[in-house]
């Protein structure tokens, strides 16, 4: 583990939400410097796209991460479990899947620091490739058509590289292709209550969630009416992950049932967990 890793406690991603009743990132920007870079990746769009092309560096250590802070039981755990999980990866690269909300850039960036990792959100190589802002200004100004062929083309050149954390968006899983890029590497599923995710996005707006925006109403009711419907429709999909990472699970494993005070070190020595359990299993069978 990379040694800026601290020890000072960091809140909840959940604070503040009500408690789940059934299963299912605010995000956040992404620099994109690295250190030493070991190759350049060309993301374009196809020739029905005005963009123009960028051109991102990857770094063979953590690049363009803010520094997490954990606890000091949390900061040991996190270390332990990347040094069992790294023989087993072989730089193979780690795809983060799940719906708008459930945490994949902030536990996508922990998971890349403790791995040594290159961290990528694909919404924001996505808003660099056709340069605009933002993935509801995407959909507002072409299609949400044009944003998934723009999304495809990014995993697939993302598929060609090694030793990143990749977040996805909530959508990505519903084309094959894609899963087609993603199983190159590994793929990890974030499975957040609906409740939980309808009540953060709630609180802090539906403004950039494209799927999200147009209903009027009650903030809480139109999120979570839409985010089951859209869960509904992907459940299948997101079940074809690699590993499973229940907040739901982890909430009874430290003896409560309140996913709203769950860490994100807490969600990502999970995702360790069950990144070494597939792994591992992996391994037996082969052998």
Request: with cysteine; hydrophobic share 45%.
């Amino acid at each position: 583990m990379d040694a800026g890793v601290g020890l000072r406690a960091k809140p909840s991603v959940w604070a503040g939400l009500g408690n789940p009743h059934r299963s299912s990132t605010a995000r956040v920007p992404v620099s994109f410097a690295a250190e030493k870079p070991v190759r350049s990746l060309v993301l374009g769009s196809d020739c029905r796209s005005r963009c123009a092309k960028l051109k991102v560096s990857c770094s063979r250590k953590a690049a363009g991460i803010e520094k997490a802070y954990y606890s000091a039981d949390e900061a040991l755990v996190l270390k332990q479990k990347a040094e069992d999980v790294i023989p087993y990866l072989n730089d193979r690269c780690i795809y983060l899947v799940g719906m708008m909300g459930s945490g994949k850039t902030t536990v996508g960036k922990i998971l890349a620091e403790v791995l040594g990792y290159s961290f990528f959100d694909s919404d924001k190589l996505v808003e660099k490739a056709v340069g605009i802002s933002s993935v509801a200004e995407i959909f507002q100004l072409h299609s949400e058509a044009f944003f998934r062929d723009n999304e495809s083309e990014v995993l697939r050149d993302l598929s060609s590289m090694h030793r990143l954390v990749v977040a996805t968006g909530g959508g990505a899983v519903i084309r094959p292709i894609n899963w087609n890029y993603m199983k190159k590497g590994l793929t990890i599923w974030l499975d957040v209550p609906l409740d939980a995710l309808a009540r953060r996005i709630a609180a802090v707006g539906t403004a950039s969630r494209p799927l999200l925006h147009q209903e009027s109403g009650d903030p809480y009711a139109k999120a979570y009416a839409k985010l089951t419907s859209l869960f509904e429709q992907r459940m299948d999909s997101y079940a074809n992950a690699d590993a499973r990472v229940s907040l739901e699970h982890i909430a009874v494993k430290q003896g409560h049932n309140d996913v709203t005070i769950l860490t994100p070190s807490a969600i990502a020595i999970e995702a360790l967990l069950k990144m070494e359990s597939f792994l591992t299993e992996k391994a037996m069978v082969r052998n």
